[in-house]
């Protein structure tokens, strides 16, 4: 049940772009995105509601895909601080909330 | 403005003994939860509660324990503690779509 993102691990220079994806077995009604850096908690980014619209960071844009099972997240432009580790959330049940498996993005000056 | 707080932020146990780690918020969230997070790995949920005197497992609930007895706080009980729940903890709270997380509670189990 737990969703999965890919790729596991990504490196980027300063500018480039990026996208993280977060696959669920079933449709995914909304989803959070979080950034996590080493011994801190997850940092809340953005959200992507079940509609569509999304709410959080200018820089950073989501989507869902056509059956909803799959959620991409968009960073534009990275900048030496987009480096950690990013996470999506969902409810799997009633406020029965999991995270994906995580994905490393390291970018480099 | 408290938030979740967490406590002990640090502790070191032995195999076999027993601890709880704290939990609190001020912001009067029905929705609380308890996630573990390995080094290097994602964050697991272990427990979570709707409101106070609900409960509900998680994904890895094993060697765990938890209450609600009142809106604010959610203990989570590690009995008999094993080197396998070396691990962050982390408490969160939530009010519709925004979760807020604690600090993390860093447990070794030697």
């Known amino acids: 049940q737990q969703p999965v993102q890919s790729p596991q691990a990504v490196i980027l220079r300063e500018g480039e772009d990026a996208v993280i994806n977060c696959s669920s077995s079933k449709a995914l009604y909304s989803v959070h995105w979080y950034r996590q850096k080493h011994g801190e908690a997850p940092v809340f980014l953005m959200i992507l509601l079940k509609g569509g619209e999304q709410k959080g960071h200018e820089k950073i844009s989501a989507s869902f895909n056509e059956k909803k099972q799959q959620s991409s997240l968009y960073l534009t432009a990275s900048q030496l601080s987009y480096s950690g580790t990013y996470f999506c959330g969902t409810d799997i049940a009633s406020y029965k909330y999991i995270f994906g498996t995580g994905t490393r993005l390291k970018v480099l000056a | 403005n408290a938030g979740v707080t967490q406590t002990p932020k640090f502790r070191i146990l032995k195999i076999g003994q027993s601890m709880t780690l704290q939990c609190a918020q001020d912001m009067n969230h029905n929705y609380m939860y308890w996630y573990r997070q390995d080094p290097g790995m994602g964050l697991k949920l272990i427990y979570y509660?709707?409101?106070?005197?609900?409960?509900d497992k998680g994904e890895v609930p094993n060697g765990y324990n938890v209450s609600r007895s009142t809106t604010e706080d959610f203990p989570l009980r590690l009995e008999l503690a094993a080197p396998s729940q070396t691990s962050v903890y982390f408490c969160?709270?939530?009010?519709?779509?925004?979760?807020?997380f604690g600090e993390g509670s860093w447990l070794t189990v030697v």
């Open positions: 509660s709707v409101g106070a005197g609900i409960t």
């Open positions: 969160a709270s939530r009010e519709g779509n925004t979760i807020y």
